[in-house]
């Protein structure tokens, strides 16, 4: 029996599938603790008061646990799903090009930084309030699957591969999240989140687009190399 075209296309959705369970073992285990961050934080009886709880888990000024541990919490159901979704979305082209302790790696250094630099803003303009979420990291993920999909489009965006090739999709879909997410930090009247944290956001861009650039000119070299 012949295999028709919709066939062929259903099938070839179902291989990039099985690639991409495969390809994000390391994302979808940063998701599960991330989500059982979330109800632990939110929904289990820990016994502590609303200051012990800042101290630890929101970064602020002043130095605490919460400079590390900020980047594990999220402030609403919304939020979470907003980092986590990026990180589903582009997490698999990250995976698929650095090792898992390059990606880990990854995530928490571009977390803990783009913390520490909105932490500096804090301090700088005297601001008391506080920062939690994972999106410095995700953002990185975002900027950083952004650079790679350019590099593989070799200057030709709309070529594709077969009618299942996602990469104008997530090309434009990078463009749009990470240009939202400026316009609603920098540009007052487009905001539709007045308490996001635009500096730490920008910083896990430029930290992403940078491994990015070094980890495709250093592949590049290798290749180069060993031709």
């Known amino acids: 029996m012949r295999e028709t075209d919709t066939d062929q296309d259903l099938r070839q959705v179902r291989d990039q599938i099985d690639?991409?369970?495969?390809?994000?073992?390391?994302?979808?285990?940063?998701?599960?603790?991330?989500?059982?961050w979330y109800i632990i934080s939110w929904y289990a009886p820990?016994?502590?008061?609303?200051?012990?709880?800042?101290?630890?888990?929101?970064?602020?000024?002043?130095?605490?646990?919460g400079w590390i541990l900020a980047?594990?919490?999220?402030?609403?159901?919304?939020?979470?799903?907003?980092?986590?979704?990026?990180?589903?979305?582009?997490?698999a082209i990250v995976e698929r090009r650095l090792t898992?302790?390059?990606?880990?790696?990854f995530l928490f250094t571009t977390g803990l930084l783009t913390t520490l630099v909105q932490v500096l803003e804090y301090n700088i303009n005297?601001?008391?309030g506080g920062m939690v979420g994972a999106s410095g990291a995700t953002f990185a993920v975002v900027t950083f699957a952004l650079v790679t999909l350019l590099k593989?489009?070799?200057?030709?965006?709309?070529?594709?591969?077969?009618?299942?090739?996602?990469?104008?999709?997530?090309?434009?879909a990078a463009l749009i999240i990470l240009t939202?997410?400026?316009?609603?930090?920098f540009t007052t009247y487009l905001s539709f989140s007045q308490q996001a944290s635009g500096v730490g956001h920008l910083t896990g861009m430029i930290l992403g687009a940078t491994v990015a650039i070094l980890y495709t000119v250093t592949n590049d070299t290798h290749l180069t190399t060993t031709q």
């Open 19 to 36: 690639i991409w369970l495969t390809d994000t073992i390391v994302t979808r285990t940063v998701f599960a603790i991330l989500f059982i």
């Open 46 to 65: 820990l016994g502590i008061d609303e200051s012990t709880a800042t101290y630890w888990f929101l970064a602020r000024a002043n130095p605490s646990p």
């Open 71 to 91: 980047m594990f919490s999220h402030v609403s159901f919304d939020h979470f799903l907003a980092n986590t979704g990026q990180l589903f979305l582009f997490g």
């Open 100 to 105: 898992t302790k390059q990606y880990l790696t």
């Open 126 to 128: 005297g601001i008391t």
């Open 152 to 172: 593989t489009s070799n200057g030709n965006l709309f070529a594709t591969t077969s009618s299942t090739d996602l990469r104008l999709g997530l090309i434009l």
């Open 180 to 185: 939202g997410q400026l316009l609603n930090d």
